[in-house]
């Protein structure tokens, strides 16, 4: 898994999920990166958040969910197609739901 995070790009605009279908907004005080109601995300980044660089396109599957002290909640993406896993920092409203039913607590 990628730890290094250097030179973060900001993108935060409104997408339609490819997983669910559902329309996400951009994020409040965040970069959205994944679906707010299934926690899917595409495999667009390479190296950096926010580069767009990947060839790869797939979907990331929400495998598991954690908390940092410092950041909050966060989310671990495994892409469907070649693997690499990413970690992401969970919005405000997304899926509680789906965020408790990741790791079943």
């Keep these: ?3 290094q ?3 973060f790009i900001v993108k935060n ?3 339609i999920c490819k997983n669910c279908g559902a329309e996400n907004p951009p994020a ?3 970069c959205r990166n994944h679906c707010k ?3 899917y995300s595409l495999h667009v980044d390479a ?3 926010g580069d767009r660089l990947s060839e790869c396109g797939n979907l990331m599957k929400p495998i598991e969910i954690g ?3 410092k950041k909050g909640f966060f989310v671990i993406h495994e892409c469907t197609k070649c693997d690499k ?3 992401n920092k969970l919005a405000e409203d997304d899926n509680w739901d789906t965020v408790c039913g990741i790791n079943q607590f």
């Design 85 to 87: 896993k990413l970690r």
């Design 37 to 39: 109601e299934c926690l």
């Design 1 to 3: 898994m990628s730890t």
């Design 47 to 49: 190296e950096v958040p």
């Design 13 to 15: 605009d409104s997408f």
């Design 28 to 30: 409040q005080q965040t």
């Design 67 to 69: 908390q940092d002290g």
């Design 5 to 7: 995070r250097q030179n």
